[in-house]
């Protein structure tokens, strides 16, 4: 399957199809398409052409499809389908997490219609279980589908099972050994089985160093063990260890895809969940509240300024670098904070405290500071400022780079520690903290000068 584009002519070309109801040749160019492309292609069309293509499609590519679509769409593209063609079509060909997810978007009602259509009891049962966990826990990030075998059995037995067990499972990671009440003991090396003599039994040859999660874990944990120990799948196990669901990879990609996105957007300085084509009103909404911030720190930093003003008047030479303090402040002060955040996130703070994480901070800071003061004082000498002003701009410039290094670090360690998204420290509010804070330290230190040398 070739790597596919979407370009406008292609949309066009497949719109005039539909209009003319050319089932044949839209049926050949859905053939050719990944469920991802089709879901790309979704929105660009509107509700009746994307029926149309729908009901082309065959069962298991529409419910791969249904899965790629980005929510909104997906809601309000279900919300045109009966319950039955939903529990038929999409959910009995989904696994039980993905099933869940999209189950979980509509209102309790229509959640009981839907799955009151379900044939497989069980089905619809591993279902409700995991509409009841967290979404962002472990729980809510499980499939129920797996393999798992007992340790008291033979060979035979144990491969007679996995044969049946293999029919629901899309992909087989892992096969974990569970006693006779299901609690996990390990997992089962293909390969060593297949060599081992008949009557051998599983608990003789499985492995029991097997690295599982709780129900209750965050996606973020789940994340980081993962990523840490290289894991295609983890197992997930209830408060006394029974074995309940297992977590692949791909959905973790999906939930490290998603951090990543709130992290950017909060660091923009966009609350919420929102992307380019929803509508003004929500995206004005998400945009505003930080706004609202950079306003206010901007008028406190207007009367900070203002407190200088008699400085001002009879030093005017002293507003020339002012830019220059405030853009170095809101600059170092992302970049230490960006740092600590990406540390906390990927949970590679290891042993380091907060306080040996600030002096590093403080210490990277201070070897900035000097280059850059150095720099600032050798270009005011150069071109023949006042000492007073070529003192002033490198003993801010020395200063500002510290405060904010440090404050830039402090702040994401502070938001962790009393659990609130650290990403918040990488946006406006740093920024507009350290240019205000930056522009006391510029005339103040500029007065002090002034007031020895002139």
């Known amino acids: 399957m070739a790597n596919f584009e979407l370009t406008r002519e292609f949309v066009d070309e497949l719109k005039l199809l539909i209009e003319n109801q050319d089932n044949e040749s839209v049926s050949r160019i859905l053939e050719e398409l990944h469920p991802a ?55 009995d060909k989904m696994d039980s997490d993905d099933a869940a997810d999209v189950i979980s978007e509509f209102d309790t009602e229509r959640q009981q219609e839907v799955l009151s259509y379900i044939e497989d009891v069980n089905v619809a049962g591993d279902i409700v279980d995991l509409l009841n966990y967290d979404e962002d826990s472990a729980g809510g990030l499980m499939a129920k589908e797996l393999i798992k075998v007992k340790e008291n059995w033979s060979i035979p037995t144990c491969l007679r099972s996995m044969r049946q067990q293999a029919v629901n499972v899309d992909e087989v990671y892992y096969v974990y050994v569970v006693d006779n009440n299901g609690v996990l003991k390990g997992t089962l090396s293909l390969k060593k089985m297949l060599l081992s003599p008949v009557d051998k039994h599983v608990k003789d040859i499985y492995y029991s160093d097997v690295i599982s999660v709780g129900v209750d874990a965050t996606s973020e944990e789940v994340s980081n063990i993962m990523t840490k120990y290289d894991l295609v799948a983890l197992p997930v196990v209830d408060p006394v260890g029974r074995l309940v669901g297992r977590i692949t990879v791909d959905d973790v990609m999906d939930v490290m895809r998603e951090e990543a996105e709130k992290d950017y957007a909060l660091a923009s300085g966009i609350t919420g969940d929102v992307e380019s084509s929803d509508s003004v009103w929500l995206l004005t909404r998400a945009r505003v509240p930080w706004l609202l911030i950079g306003l206010l720190g901007g008028l406190f930093g207007s009367r900070v300024v203002g407190s200088f003003e008699g400085v001002l008047d009879i030093y005017p030479q002293l507003a020339f670098f002012m830019p220059l303090i405030a853009a170095m402040g809101g600059n170092v002060g992302i970049q230490s904070s960006a740092i600590v955040v990406q540390s906390i996130a990927a949970g590679t703070m290891g042993l380091d405290s907060p306080f040996r994480r600030l002096f590093k901070e403080f210490s990277v800071a201070f070897l900035n500071a000097t280059v850059l003061s150095v720099l600032a004082f050798a270009y005011n000498y150069l071109i023949g400022s006042p000492d007073a002003l070529t003192l002033t701009v490198s003993g801010a410039m020395f200063s500002v780079v510290i405060f904010a290094s ?10 962790n520690r009393i659990k609130i998204d650290p990403a918040v420290a990488t946006g406006p509010f740093v920024t507009t903290l350290n240019d205000i804070i930056g522009m006391g330290i510029y005339l103040t230190i500029g007065t002090f000068f002034y007031q020895i040398l002139v």
């Open 406 to 415: 440090v404050f830039g670090a402090l702040v994401p360690l502070l938001l």
């Open 37 to 91: 492309d089709i879901a790309e292609l979704y929105e660009e069309l509107n509700i009746d052409e994307a029926k149309y293509i729908y009901f082309l499609l065959d069962d298991d590519k529409a419910a791969d499809m249904i899965i790629e679509l980005d929510e909104n769409d997906r809601l309000k593209f279900l919300k045109a389908l009966p319950s039955e063609v939903i529990a038929r079509r999409f959910i």
